[in-house]
């Protein structure tokens, strides 16, 4: 089935630490993982995003890294900051058109 | 540029009411939309797919004539909530793919939240 699992659920950092979120996806047909910022009571904001023809994508202190082999692909946050505090959700794009979402990871920077 | 806005941001009703949540692509067409739901501290939850001009089509366990989605021109989806109880309170989130050509990418929309007394 369609399926995204996404690790950890909570992630508490200090600031200047480097943060790590990792998903997994069910369907090697996939070709699409963007990463989302939910901060309370807003909508998703797309933060960066990868496409199965690259392995590494890198914007400022946010980088994403995709294995196709092992399905598998992971949010690097490094430099972090009070304001990166907030619900980080991955996602897949499956063949049926269907953005599927991971189950969230929760981010506290602590100054 | 792919500015998604919704109306209302928030909404109260009473239980056996109707409520209706717009959905606007401000800079761009869009022939198709999403419609997600997302409960408390959980993920989003894909409803329904919203295609301009044609009949939505409804994820697994969702009722269609609960949620009723009018995707009448290229840049708005209506989402219409009938006979509101309870369990529908929720937050509902609009997306929609930047153009016409991507269909992979998508912005959101800042979000419903509707409360049924």
């Known amino acids: 089935g369609e399926n995204v699992e996404q690790h950890p659920s909570t992630l508490s950092v200090q600031e200047g630490d480097s943060a790590v979120i990792k998903c997994t996806y069910s369907d090697s047909a996939s070709n699409y993982f963007p990463w989302y910022k939910q901060e309370l009571g807003k909508g998703p904001q797309l933060i960066i995003d990868i496409r199965s023809n690259v392995g590494e994508k890198k914007d400022q202190r946010i980088a994403v890294t995709l294995n196709k082999t092992a399905k598998h692909f992971s949010l690097h946050i490094t430099e972090t900051q009070p304001e990166d505090s907030a619900v980080y959700f991955c996602?897949?794009?499956?063949?049926?058109?269907?953005?599927?979402f991971g189950t969230g990871t929760r981010l506290q920077v602590f100054p | 540029g792919a500015v998604v806005s919704q109306h209302p941001s928030w909404v109260i009703c009473k239980s056996g009411t109707s409520v209706k949540i717009e959905c606007r692509s401000l800079d761009f067409q869009a022939t198709t939309m999403f419609w997600y739901r997302q409960f408390p501290k959980q993920s989003l939850m894909l409803m329904a797919t919203?295609?301009?001009?044609?009949?939505?089509?409804?994820e697994q366990g969702v009722e269609k004539d609960k949620f009723l989605i009018n995707h009448a021109s290229l840049t708005l989806s209506t989402l219409t909530v009938t006979s509101a109880h309870p369990e529908d309170s929720s937050f509902y989130i609009c997306?929609?793919?930047?153009?016409?050509?991507?269909?992979?990418?998508?912005?959101f929309g800042p979000g419903t939240r509707l409360t049924v007394l």
């Open positions: 996602a897949a794009h499956f063949i049926t058109d269907k953005l599927i």
């Open positions: 997306s929609a793919p930047p153009g016409l050509a991507v269909t992979d990418t998508q912005y």
């Open positions: 919203s295609n301009e001009g044609s009949k939505a089509t409804y």
